[in-house]
């Protein structure tokens, strides 16, 4: 086997090495990229930014822990700014996962926001987790009526009538926007239920190989902004001025598109060199 | 009797479905909510109920004979035993601390790292692929490529490369999402459709 043909069948092994090398060098040498903001991203921030304290947005946590590293970014960073801003929450978990995912990023956000101003968000107050019902479409309907039909009490078990921050709050009129950070169909399930049925501006954050199935409702409006996966988590980050791992990840995600980019290079000088011999088989 | 008794619930529910979704009436938010909202859980619990019946006896079944892979099965039964008892009400239900610690610590390491392990077999298959066959395929070498290098800091060649990402995305790619969206959208009302009046009845078994 010549040089030309060894780079048209490269053992898949090779690949796999190469990549792991790349994203272990890739996390422990620091340095840094431009992470530019695209126009859907920033919608989403000054949507927020603009809100008045008090006022409530609906965040909807719709994902598992295998998006975890495009997804949890995003949520905390959300969370940050209306933390920041003093803009109610509400947030559910309609993903079988989700409530582990939820409160989890609650709790950071919680600890992050106590750690820069010293002051406690509080259950009931400032945020309100309802927690997961099976049947997503259903209770997104179902919230849509009142959030009270679905989840009669919160994730921990405080019926929502006793909490402060329901107290004006029923349904997706009160709420300013939902923003739907998913990495399953719910988003569809949003888009037609949420926004379609009960027309609340509504935003999304989802992973990056579905994030253009989700153009189409950006361009006819029926959603006003998208994270895209990995990058859209790194802009939040950047929007809200703590960059995390989302920007970390990029560095990696940017290395590991150069090797993938590479091999493809590689593959092709091998494909064509040795076309001929293979008497023009693919 | 047997076939027009369920053609005859779906007609109705199926109608009804449809009515109150696009009529915001009292009386259809009271029916919705107690048709749609509360039968759904209740059957679903049945359902549930079946599953974990049906799983528990095929695992039992598979440790006893010891069948090939019999200890996944053994695995299997432990971890349900694991979670449902620790989300028992008296352990403190969905919210203890020991379902949050399960959730933590195994169930968020095996899912990620699950997830993770596709971007060893995408780059592979990216590799063999991506290959200019014919120009199809040279279209869309080209277009994943453009893609990939868009968040590259390129100094001269950063805003131009991310340019032409953003026209592929937005134009090609939306042109195309969007005749699979409205393509996918018809079927559904069809199917939907076919359902409500009796035309698709494969749902129903052969019987």
Redesign the interface.
């Known amino acids: 086997m010549n040089f030309f043909e060894k780079m048209f069948a490269i053992d898949r092994r090779w690949v796999y090495l190469a990549l792991g090398l790349a994203i272990l060098i890739s996390l422990l040498i620091p340095f840094s990229i431009p992470i530019p903001i695209s126009e859907e991203a920033q919608n989403i921030y000054d949507y927020v930014d603009q809100l008045e304290p008090g006022q409530a947005i609906h965040l909807a946590l719709d994902y598992d822990p295998s998006t975890l590293a495009e997804l949890h970014p995003m949520t905390l960073a959300i969370l940050k700014q209306c933390f920041a801003n003093d803009v109610d929450v509400v947030i559910t978990a309609l993903h079988q996962f989700g409530p582990g995912m939820a409160a989890a990023a609650i709790d950071t956000a919680v600890a992050r926001h106590d750690e820069l101003t010293g002051e406690q968000m509080e259950s009931g107050e400032d945020y309100v987790f309802l927690g997961y019902k099976p049947y997503p479409a259903l209770i997104i309907l179902g919230m849509g009526q009142n959030y009270r039909i679905p989840f009669p009490a919160d994730y921990y078990g405080v019926m929502l009538d006793s909490l402060p921050m329901m107290q004006d709050i029923q349904n997706y009129d009160d709420v300013e926007a939902i923003i739907n950070v998913s990495g399953t169909s719910a988003t569809d399930w949003w888009i037609a239920y949420g926004q379609g049925r009960y027309n609340v501006p509504l935003a999304i954050g989802v992973t990056g190989v579905m994030a253009t199935d989700y153009y189409p409702y950006l361009q006819t409006g029926q959603i006003f902004g998208i994270l895209g996966g990995l990058k859209g988590a790194a802009e939040y980050e950047t929007l809200v001025g703590t960059p995390g791992k989302a920007v970390d990840g990029m560095k990696v995600q940017i290395v590991a598109h150069l090797i993938i980019i590479l091999f493809i290079v590689i593959g092709n000088i091998g494909y064509f060199s040795t076309r001929k011999r293979r008497g023009g088989a693919v | 009797m047997k076939r027009q008794i369920p053609l005859t619930i779906i007609f109705i529910l199926g109608l009804f479905m449809v009515f109150q979704?696009f009529v915001p009436h009292e009386t259809s938010?009271f029916l919705?909510?107690f048709i749609?909202?509360d039968w759904?859980?209740i059957i679903?619990v049945f359902a549930l109920a079946l599953g974990i019946i049906s799983l528990v006896r095929v695992s039992i079944k598979r440790v006893r004979t010891r069948d090939e892979n019999w200890q996944y099965a053994l695995v299997t039964l432990i971890g349900l035993a694991a979670m449902l008892t620790a989300g028992l009400p008296w352990f403190g239900?969905?919210?203890s601390p020991v379902v949050?610690w399960q959730?933590?610590f195994i169930?968020?390491?095996?899912?990620?790292t699950?997830?993770?392990l596709l971007?060893?077999f995408?780059?592979?298959a990216?590799?063999?692929a991506?290959?200019?066959?014919s120009v199809l395929a040279t279209l869309l070498?080209l277009s994943?490529?453009i893609v990939?290098?868009r968040?590259?800091?390129m100094g001269p060649f950063?805003e131009p490369a991310?340019a032409t990402a953003d026209w592929v995305?937005?134009y090609p790619?939306?042109a195309a999402?969007?005749a699979i969206?409205i393509g996918v959208g018809l079927g559904i009302v069809s199917t939907a459709l076919k359902i409500i009046l009796g035309v698709e009845r494969s749902y129903m078994g052969r019987d």
Do not use: C, H, W
Request: net charge positive.
């Open positions: 979704y938010e919705y909510e749609a909202l759904p859980p679903g239900g969905q919210t949050q959730f933590d169930m968020r390491p095996i899912t990620a699950m997830f993770s971007a060893f995408i780059a592979s990216a590799y063999r991506f290959r200019a066959r070498l994943a490529v990939m290098i968040f590259f800091p950063t991310a995305l937005n790619n939306l999402k969007r969206l």
